[in-house]
């Protein structure tokens, strides 16, 4: 059975910074593409950012470019990212999702499997 699994969200201050982690059972993790989605009360969900499984090319959001970092281990089947400087506005539950695609994209609906989301609140 496919599963994806987040963890490491949290309560940080502002500049603080979390790493999260995105596990795969069941599949072999280095064919899928993999991105990290958030979702803010009463907003839509938005691609943070994302890492091919060719190449290992990774995208970002503007919003988290320099601050964000996405990596990926395929001995170990987890795609981290890790979160510095982190603001209010990046309070949201964070997902991470898989896709059989060569290169990495934010279209969620291209997406095949999705983890339960992890929650990231950041308040002083």
């Known amino acids: 059975q496919v599963q994806l699994v987040e963890s490491g969200g949290g309560l940080v201050q502002p500049g603080g910074s979390l790493r999260l982690s995105c596990r795969a059972s069941?599949?072999?993790?280095?064919?899928?593409?993999i991105g990290w989605f958030r979702q803010a009360p009463g907003k839509e969900r938005e691609g943070v950012s994302c890492?091919?499984?060719?190449?290992?090319?990774?995208k970002y959001a503007d919003s988290v470019k320099g601050r964000f970092t996405i990596s990926r281990d395929n001995a170990k089947d987890t795609v981290d990212l890790e979160m510095k400087d982190l603001k209010p506005a990046d309070t949201a539950v964070y997902y991470c999702?898989?896709?059989?695609?060569?290169?990495?994209?934010?279209?969620?609906?291209?997406?095949?499997?999705w983890g339960q989301g992890t929650q990231v609140t950041v308040s002083s």
């Open positions: 999702a898989a896709d059989f695609d060569d290169y990495c994209h934010f279209d969620g609906w291209r997406y095949d499997d």
């Open positions: 069941g599949w072999n993790l280095p064919n899928y593409s």
């Open positions: 890492i091919s499984s060719i190449g290992g090319g990774t």
